[in-house]
């Protein structure tokens, strides 16, 4: 059997879309399930929109992901000679022809068209002209393009996730498929490209399929055989419109930034479209290697669910060791300058904070606002902020007092959980609401409205830094009171 050769072909005009990472990932994964390749070819015959900042950030997102391409990745800027070769072939045999016509008698034509209820197509006004005088007005520097010739006839193709797909070329008119000879467009390079790496199956989304019609008649022109095609379902957005620019940054480089996994990425995208039959839902790359196939894509849209995604991802960072946690949590506290190093000492002490939210982290960045607390020397807060619900200024600073005296109390060998859970609950189970007590300790320790339990921050922060904050709490209070 053949074997089968995938490929992943992103222009590098822009950063990394979640929607081309899904394509990626299709491509990789039926490869992958089938022993076969897949490759990587930027297409960057763009010159004008093509940047190198961006083909880094597509070779440095699908690196991290760990969707590895092949062989050598190739670049179309590479292969302008091969185009160029393939272009003067078909102008030689009469299948192609240079186009004179400006862009004024282009929206002319296409005016008179729609207004006499015909498609908007290039009614040929050029094809006529003979080779010699395509060739004489070429050398005098007449502005031009490069047109194909499109054979008018029914032409289907069996689409391997929407079955038979139908289409008549009469619609299409002459397409424009060179700039010139040395700047090619998308639907020629990409079937001479697809042809000398071999790609036996194309896997795309969907908006794809007006292509697929022009690059079959390109490969019939052009003498080479037809590739299988497979049109991905699009992502669309909770408004249930294509996914775009208008819904947000929704790169790559954007969720890695702010703290979302690989494996999350991988696991959400490869669901978006796709099902494995059963009601599984988390999946490494080298299970979905072995389950993924195409037979289970489905046709309809699939919804870009921000919830969904933060849920996998708070699943993935539980499921990290602590200290793989606080690796990954490092950067972070650095960009909020909570930290000046990496050392392992400043590890320890991070992970002591870090420890605290693990269960609670939906991305990475969250972290930081979250344990600021943790590496301030003092607090800045409202003292009103200390006052549980319909408390007073008296019961707070007494409730403060009381956690003072009895957290004091214990040994710094006995600093744990436990031991602070059974020092003070029995003292919070006297007051009607256990918050009495507890609402003050939590905020006195962490200077937030929100945060985790006053004893599991009260173990991490450790007993003389607990002891000062509880201190200075009552001291706010006191000098509030004139006292």
């Keep these: ?133 395509q060739e004489k007005r070429i050398q005098r520097g007449d502005r031009a393009v490069i047109r194909f010739i499109v054979e008018e006839k029914h032409l289907h193709f069996d689409d391997l996730v929407r079955g038979r797909i139908e289409f008549d070329t009469a619609l299409l008119g002459d397409i424009v498929i060179a700039k010139d000879l040395r700047t090619p467009l998308y639907n020629f390079t990409v079937v001479v490209d697809d042809h000398d790496t071999r790609i036996t199956h194309v896997i795309r989304g969907e908006d794809h399929i007006p292509n ?4 079959i008649l390109l490969q019939e022109a052009l003498g080479l055989p037809r590739v299988f095609y497979a049109h991905l379902p699009l992502i669309l957005a909770e408004d249930r419109t294509k996914l775009s620019k208008r819904h947000g940054d929704n790169s790559v480089t954007r969720f890695r930034k702010e703290g979302y996994l690989p494996e999350t990425i991988i696991n959400f995208l490869a669901l978006l479209g796709w099902n494995p039959g059963d009601d599984r839902e988390i999946f490494s790359l080298q299970e979905l290697e072995q389950e993924f196939s195409l037979q289970n894509i489905q046709k309809g849209g699939a919804i870009f669910n921000m919830q969904r995604f933060d849920w996998f991802n708070s699943l993935y960072i539980r499921k990290m060791s602590l200290a793989e946690l606080t690796e990954a949590c490092l950067p972070h506290l650095q960009e909020a300058g909570l930290i000046s190093n990496s050392s392992e000492e400043t590890k320890q002490y991070a992970s002591k904070a870090v420890a605290l939210y693990q269960e609670r982290l939906q991305k990475l960045s969250e972290i930081s606002s979250l344990v600021d607390f943790f590496f301030m020397e003092t607090l800045s807060y409202s003292k009103d902020l200390l006052t549980w619900k319909d408390a007073t200024e008296d019961t707070t600073q007494s409730a403060l007092q009381k956690s003072l005296a009895l957290l004091s109390a214990l040994l710094e060998s006995s600093w744990d959980k436990e031991k602070i859970s059974a020092t003070l609950l029995p003292e919070a189970e006297k007051e009607k609401n256990r918050g009495y007590l507890l609402w003050p300790l939590r905020v006195a320790l962490t200077g937030k409205k929100a945060s985790a339990g006053p004893f599991e921050v009260a173990v991490a922060l450790g007993k003389e830094k607990s002891l000062s904050r509880i201190q200075e709490a009552i001291t706010m209070v006191t000098q509030s009171r004139g006292v």
């Design 1 to 133: 059997m053949e074997e089968i050769r995938t490929r992943f072909a992103p222009s590098p005009t822009g950063p990394l879309h979640m929607g081309s990472v899904r394509t990626a990932l299709f491509n990789y994964l039926f490869a992958k399930k089938n022993k076969g390749t897949f490759l990587l070819r930027i297409e960057d015959t763009d010159k004008e929109r093509s940047e190198s900042r961006w083909e880094e950030d597509i070779l440095s997102n699908l690196t991290w992901l760990k969707l590895l391409w092949d062989e050598k990745e190739t670049r179309q800027s590479d292969r302008t000679d091969i185009y160029e070769k393939h272009l003067r072939s078909l102008l030689e045999q009469g299948k192609a022809y240079y186009c004179f016509c400006s862009p004024e008698e282009l929206e002319a034509q296409r005016q008179s068209l729609v207004s006499n209820g015909k498609t908007p197509k290039y009614i040929g006004t050029c094809r006529s002209l003979l080779a010699q005088e």
């Design 212 to 215: 697929t019609p022009k690059q």
